[in-house]
């Protein structure tokens, strides 16, 4: 598992799992958002979208709680993600989307 650095707070990998799964906290933590994230050809902004549009298409609204979060740290706005996901009823279904939108509904009002 990565250590975590004096003063520093466990990344959401390391709460969620702690040392159980130290490979996918790794994978989670260096690859994912120490590498993939980071890569210069897009921006944050847009890996969020994309992050939300692939999370409601493929009904992962678990995932979608820490996303929606994520994506209005990285500069989307509350109605560009509700468009988004209304915009995706059309393209991945329209349980999918309003799934989405629940929890969408959840963050929005808690934040």
């Known amino acids: 598992m990565p250590d975590t650095k004096a003063g520093q707070e ?3 990998a390391q709460k969620m799992f702690g040392e159980f799964p130290p490979g996918l906290v790794h994978f989670t933590d260096d690859v994912l958002f120490g590498e993939v994230w980071k890569r210069s050809d897009l921006g944050a902004k847009e890996r969020s979208l994309i992050t939300v549009a692939a999370l ?4 992962n609204t678990d995932q979608l709680v820490f996303h ?3 994506a209005r740290q990285n500069g989307l706005i509350k109605t560009e993600l509700i468009e988004a ?3 995706l009823a059309f ?3 329209w349980p999918k989307a309003m799934a989405a939108m629940a929890v969408a509904k ?5 934040g």
């Open 10 to 12: 466990p990344s959401g």
């Open 56 to 59: 409601t298409a493929g009904g």
């Open 68 to 70: 929606l979060g994520y």
């Open 85 to 87: 996901i209304t915009h």
């Open 91 to 93: 393209y991945c279904g």
């Open 106 to 110: 959840q963050v929005f009002s808690s």
